[in-house]
């Protein structure tokens, strides 16, 4: 059964190729790694379709068993993790119209790059400033003055996923797919359906905040920040 | 005539800069405000970093009992190709 490289399946990359191979030969190891892959992600795009994080759990799971039924079929005319994605958009369309929430993502993504004021206002100083009009009233803290070990540290991690928990469920979606999955903004653009522009602004929102975030934990980390009770 | 590069406006275009979709013209701008804006140079390094870090985010840990759901399904789809 080692012909899983057939000529169909010149679009996959090595690494698909390879992890095709092995859920094939029913490694269950392959597929523990896709699903710690790609779970959350899968999660997070459900949402989505559906009212609740419960419904997209259930989008989920079901778009897991779409996956091993569909494997033996699968032809390689995508990347793996675009058909994974396009099982979980049609498992979660069928059950977001059961649910009643049928908001296009175009409309979805509109909104959320249209509504909010622009990024980070409230650090600089008004236009009619008599000194320094429009400079930062509050200047960024220097990143690179943060030990290594902080940078990359279970606590920088956890306010990152607190940080884009509380995003919209858009700009959530987005950045997990570019920044926390590496998808290029055409992945991104055809998964979501929504205009390059739109990608751009919702990425940049998310980034915004989440950068917030970041600096506002090594702020209390350094103690000058808002006092912490930690 | 009024900068048009100031500090907001550059700090709303970051991504579009560093997406490399920034009409030349405004790129050059943008750049040689950066070049005399210390603040400025220093919130795009905390941007750059901040998608570092998101890029090394460890995958999220799943809890035990939907793991072994999906791996009983997949034992389950084995058995009965």
Redesign the interface.
């Known amino acids: 059964m080692s012909d899983g490289t057939s000529a169909s399946a010149i679009l996959l990359s090595d690494d698909d190729t390879a992890l095709v191979a092995r859920l094939r030969e029913g490694e269950a190891e392959a597929f523990e790694e896709l699903v710690d892959k790609y779970h959350s992600a899968l999660v997070r795009f459900a949402r989505l379709y559906v009212p609740t994080h419960e419904l997209a759990e259930d989008v989920v799971q079901e778009t897991w068993m779409g996956v091993l039924r569909g494997l033996d079929r699968f032809e390689g005319r995508s990347s793996l993790k675009t058909w994974i994605f396009r099982i979980a958009a049609n498992r979660a369309q069928t059950k977001g119209k059961r649910e009643a929430r049928t908001v296009p993502f175009a409309a979805l993504a509109s909104t959320e790059a249209g509504q909010e004021e622009s990024v980070e206002v409230d650090r600089f100083l008004p236009p009619d400033h008599a000194e320094r009009p429009n400079f930062w009233s509050t200047l960024p803290l220097d990143f690179d003055n943060q030990p290594e070990a902080r940078l990359l540290s279970d606590e920088t991690f956890a306010e990152i996923r607190r940080a884009i928990d509380t995003l919209p469920p858009m700009q959530a979606t987005v950045i997990t797919l570019r920044d926390l999955q590496q998808w290029s903004s055409t992945e991104v653009r055809e998964a979501l359906d929504i205009t390059e522009a739109n990608q751009r602004v919702l990425l940049h929102r998310a980034r915004t905040k989440v950068r917030r975030a970041i600096e506002d934990y090594f702020a209390r980390a350094n103690g000058t920040g808002a006092p912490s009770d930690a | 005539m009024p900068e048009r590069m ?3 406006v550059l ?2 275009l ?3 800069y560093l ?1 490399g ?1 920034m009409p030349p013209e405004d790129a050059a701008q943008f750049e040689e405000h950066l070049g005399r804006c210390p ?2 140079e ?2 795009l ?3 750059r ?3 570092e ?8 840990v ?1 809890p035990v009992e ?2 072994e ?3 009983a ?3 389950n ?2 058995a009965n ?1």
């Open positions: 100031t500090c907001p700090v709303q970051v991504t579009e997406e979709v603040p400025c220093v919130y390094v905390q941007f970093k901040t998608i870090i998101c890029g090394r985010l460890p995958e999220e799943l939907v793991k759901t999906l791996l399904a997949f034992e789809w084995k190709r």
